[in-house]
């Protein structure tokens, strides 16, 4: 998977354990498209603040807010459904990859949040990685059951990595 880093300065001590984090989620799932690649950008709280108002239209500070290509209303998990056939006009040229789209990521929300949970940092901003990620597949926590099926997902992941 190609994982596109956008302001990776902010994160620079991570890196390592979130791109193992990210692979490790994609292998996991067992993506049916093996040339897949997302954008992952880390931003301030005033950034993160301004996406989350212009796109959710929440004027607040979030964790990690993900824009997936793939996905249209009511269409649910597509981690099995994902093909260059089904999604042409989401390859990227360049690379030729499925462009499975964008996680950002408010490492100072992330800091904050690993002491009020008592987390690492490391683990934390790796947990908000494969969650942005899982929504990129229509994973979501709206209702009890794909909150538990998301949680579960999360957690196995990172399970696997050793952060949990």
């Known amino acids: 998977m190609l994982i596109n880093l956008k ?10 354990n979130i791109i193992n984090a990210l692979n490790t989620a994609k292998n996991y799932l067992k993506l049916s498209c093996s040339q897949v690649e997302i954008n992952v950008s880390f931003v301030s709280k005033s950034e993160i603040k301004k996406l989350n108002n212009q796109t959710r239209g929440i004027n607040k500070v979030t964790d990690v807010l993900s824009y997936p290509t793939l996905l249209t209303d009511g269409c649910g998990v597509i981690d099995k459904k ?3 056939k089904a999604f042409p006009f989401d390859i990227n040229p360049e690379t030729g990859n499925l462009v499975l789209g964008d996680i950002v990521i408010c490492v100072p929300r992330c800091i904050e949040q690993s002491k009020k949970y008592g987390t690492t940092k490391t683990r934390e901003i790796c947990y908000l990685s494969v969650h ?12 009890d059951e794909d909150k538990k099926l998301m949680r579960q997902k999360e957690e196995e992941i990172l399970n696997i990595v050793s952060l949990n």
Do not use: P
């Open 132 to 143: 942005g990620f899982l929504h990129l597949l229509g994973y979501d926590h709206i209702d």
């Open 7 to 16: 302001n990776e300065k902010k994160a620079k001590k991570y890196l390592v």
């Open 82 to 84: 994902i093909s260059k």
